[in-house]
């Protein structure tokens, strides 16, 4: 058998290895379904006979107690077992050892009436969860040295998942099959034994199947120590050394608590429902209530997983406390019966997943690796003790009488002072998670090389500024909580400073520059993650800006890596400027798509104004060029890639008719009329503006400018030649002579809000205008090189004697 580095290293797991990992969780799930069967039986044969025996009437609480008992008591021993023998041979003795127990509660049974055969059941029950206890690391430690490390993870969750599935079937057939039966028999105590003889004969497949596994090696080097039976109480210590685990630890405990204690009272909403012991309505209601919290459960736990797929959201954990506040008064205040009480259960069970999931995953992400396993069984020995207070509450509100829907509304009272405790320790991230959630419903963001973002330490990211949205799209894109800077004169308006305060914003001031570095790099010492928008205005042009020279003090003062973001898709939104306007137009989409790109973290005195545009161009063209509209571009590629990137910057209003002064077949011609199709509610003509004197956008090189009317609204005029043009109303753009492609072009200069000392040039003489978006571009010895032409091309483009302003624009040396 290989070991662990040796299957992390092969490019394939072996068949043997495959087929026993299937076989485990085979066996695994079928433990688990028999289990509860086991127990779904016991319970549904107690609601029928509760009145003849004192530990009928309580039997869900005794089960759940017992249950619970033998992970506190023999966690050691079973970490033992598994630690010195074969793992193999574990599960195959334990599979061995849930059969005897199947026969021992099969004997119990078939005596029927005899005084204590009930009691005699719970002790076959108790060996029965023993069993469950030494399986528990085996399965889990044999998955290792199955797969690997690096696999080690997927297993995992199929164990998790095979796991569930089992728990849910064996809940739901056990109620099911017993009420089945008594119907049909009448016997209370046969109605339970038939089941569990097929129960006992399917334990047999189980065995076979354990036997099956491939055999793992023993370990002869492991002995036990002295002090071992207490060891996983002194784990204890370690979960409650450190504040965020202990928190943790204990909002999981008390998930646990809930969970068990609404078991529990579900078995008494049962009887409440069915109180006519006579026939098998009872225990098929307990199946089915049972199985519907326990899918409300999967469900809220698949969605927080899904949500927290990218990174650990802990604002889910407040949502989740409150749900489950609601869910308990919307399951105690429904009519008994009802759909609607059915439907407070199910909502309970998803609330509950979520509040669970981020609150396993933050305790083991914060667990130094040679802590988890220690830290994992101190949770679990917390577990165990939230479901024995559960027991002892539950059984007292028993005691005192109360009805299934007063329990459901006590067991708010706790629930809500627990949800509102949280809430006052997570508020920023609850605050946080809202707003990242009214984001992702708004807009599709998709991150792309999210890992180039350090784990650690301080961070500085710097995005280009497209929209009013800019901070919650990075935000919602990067695993790591982000912090970001806002100007004061924003951040103190009173309506705004609560909020920009409890997600962590970073106030600068515009007047008091030191103070500005000083804050941000506090900040990134602190180990943050802090987004600064270099350009310090959202474009209105569509294109880049002069980044400021700030960051770069921040960033070495702060010690912190930088990594360049690049927001690609994100100009035409309605936070947008696209149309010369901000806020009024109509949502193009109900999520609008959004690609955050991340570049390679650079130190920080690598990190120069100059190298962080070359970089952030370079995101863009990679963005550009993945684009799913390419598959439009039918033959004419290059006239296609000249409109698309037209199409990027603002200069066309909407029903402008587009007119080319180019002969047909000319690289102008085409690009115009490729502007049609990825410019909606535009048209093209080839002949004179005459029809339409207010709307036309004429496209000429020098030699045509002397065609034009005077009574065209813009006109480009786009040619291969360096030199400068005359003076002339004309936009300059230049086009490369050999691949046709479009690479700059001047638009009208945006108009700036009055009093605004910032400064956005569309246009500036002696120039070939600004670089279009989708272009990466380096300096050369002589001039500059343009790559990231098209598609799966790997040319690129030289001007000697150009260089690239601090504004973006190409210029003639």
């Not at 786009?718 to 492609?741: C, E, F, V």
Request: hydrophobic share 50%.
């Amino acid at each position: 058998m290989l070991d662990s580095a040796a299957l992390d290293n092969a490019p394939h797991l072996p068949r043997r290895n495959w087929a026993s990992i299937v076989l485990v969780l085979f066996v695994q799930a079928m433990n688990s379904f028999s289990d509860n069967f086991v127990k779904m039986l016991l319970i549904a044969l107690s609601i029928i006979i509760a009145k003849d025996s004192w530990v009928g009437r309580h039997m869900e609480l005794w089960l759940g107690a017992i249950f619970s008992l033998p992970y506190m008591i023999f966690a050691p021993l079973a970490g033992y077992w598994s630690d010195r023998f074969s793992k193999r041979k574990v599960i195959v003795w334990m599979q061995v050892m849930q059969i005897i127990c199947f026969v021992w509660l099969a004997l119990a049974l078939w005596m029927k009436r005899v005084p204590g055969s009930l009691e005699i059941c719970l002790v076959g029950f108790f060996v029965l969860a023993v069993q469950a206890a030494i399986l528990s690391p085996a399965k889990m430690g044999i998955m290792k040295e199955l797969a690997g490390s690096r696999r080690l993870g997927r297993v995992s969750g199929w164990l998790q998942v095979t796991m569930l599935a089992g728990i849910l079937g064996g809940m739901w057939a056990g109620g099911i099959w017993y009420g089945t039966e008594y119907e049909k028999t009448g016997d209370a105590w046969m109605s339970a034994l038939w089941p569990l003889i097929i129960i006992s004969i399917m334990g047999i497949f189980e065995l076979v199947g354990a036997i099956c596994i491939q055999s793992t090696p023993s370990h002869t080097e492991v002995h036990w120590r002295k002090g071992m039976a207490l060891e996983h109480f002194e784990s204890l210590k370690i979960v409650f050394r450190r504040r965020s685990i202990r928190l943790a630890a204990l909002g999981v405990t008390y998930f646990w608590f809930i969970s068990n204690a609404l078991s529990f009272i579900l078995v008494t909403l049962t009887k409440e429902l069915h109180p006519d012991t006579g026939h098998g309505d009872g225990p098929m209601e307990l199946a089915k209530v049972a199985g519907i919290l326990g899918i409300g459960v999967i469900s809220g736990s698949i969605f927080a997983s899904h949500v927290s797929r990218n990174r650990i959201e802990l604002g889910l954990i407040p949502l989740g406390g409150f749900g489950l506040v609601a869910g308990l008064l919307w399951s105690g205040l429904a009519t008994l019966g009802s759909s609607w009480m059915y439907a407070g259960i199910i909502f309970t069970g998803a609330a509950g997943g979520c509040f669970m999931v981020p609150l396993y995953a933050f305790a083991q992400d914060k667990a130094e690796k040679h802590e988890k396993a220690r830290i994992h069984a101190g949770m679990n020995l917390m577990d165990c003790l939230g479901t024995l207070v559960a027991v002892g509450i539950v059984g007292l509100m028993k005691w005192m009488e109360l009805t299934a829907s007063t329990q459901f509304l006590l067991l708010a009272i706790p629930t809500f002072a627990a949800a509102v405790y949280i809430m006052r320790l997570l508020p920023q991230d609850l605050v946080r998670f809202l707003m990242l959630a009214a984001v992702r419903f708004t807009y599709k963001v998709k991150p792309v090389h999210m890992e180039r973002i350090p784990a650690t330490g301080g961070v500085l990211l710097l995005p280009n500024h497209v929209s009013y949205v800019d901070a919650l799209i990075v935000g919602s894109a990067s695993r790591r909580p982000v912090r970001f800077v806002m100007w004061d004169a924003l951040y103190h308006l009173w309506w705004l400073k609560w909020l920009m305060r409890l997600i962590g914003t970073v106030p600068i001031s515009a007047t008091r520059a030191k103070d500005a570095i000083r804050a941000v790099a506090t900040a990134l010492k602190e180990g943050e993650i802090v987004c600064l928008f270099p350009e310090g205005q959202i474009t209105r042009h569509g294109m880049v800006n002069e980044l400021l020279k700030g960051f770069e003090l921040m960033a070495r003062q702060g010690d912190a890596q930088v990594v360049p973001v690049y927001l690609d898709g994100l100009y035409g939104s309605i936070f947008s400027f696209q149309g010369g306007k901000f806020f009024t137009k109509r949502p193009k989409h109900l999520r609008y798509p959004v690609e955050v790109h991340f570049g390679e973290a650079l130190g920080a005195r690598a990190a120069t104004t100059e190298v962080m545009r070359h970089a952030m161009l370079a995101l863009s063209s990679e963005a550009f060029l993945k684009r799913k509209s390419w598959s439009h571009a039918e033959a004419d590629t290059v006239a296609f890639a000249n409109a698309l990137r037209l199409a990027e910057i603002e200069w066309h209003h909407a029903g402008d008719v587009f007119l080319s002064l180019e002969p047909e077949g000319s690289i102008i011609h085409r690009t115009v009329k490729a502007l049609t199709q990825v410019m909606p509610g535009t048209k093209f003509i080839d002949h004179g503006p005459e029809a339409h004197p207010t709307h036309i956008v004429a496209f000429c090189t020098r030699s045509t400018l002397g065609k034009l009317t005077g009574q065209e609204r813009l006109v480009f005029c786009l040619d291969s030649d360096l030199t400068p043009l005359p003076q002339t109303t004309a936009l300059r753009g230049y086009i490369d002579a050999d691949t046709g492609i479009l690479l700059s072009t001047e638009v009208p200069n945006p108009p700036m809000p009055a009093n605004d000392k910032d400064e956005q040039l569309g246009r500036k003489p002696n120039t070939l205008g600004r670089l279009l978006p989708g272009f990466a571009i380096e300096s050369t010895s002589d001039g500059v090189r343009i790559s990231g032409l098209l598609p799966n091309d790997g040319r690129s483009i030289s001007l000697p004697a150009v260089k690239m302003d601090e504004q973006g624009f190409l210029v003639r040396q």
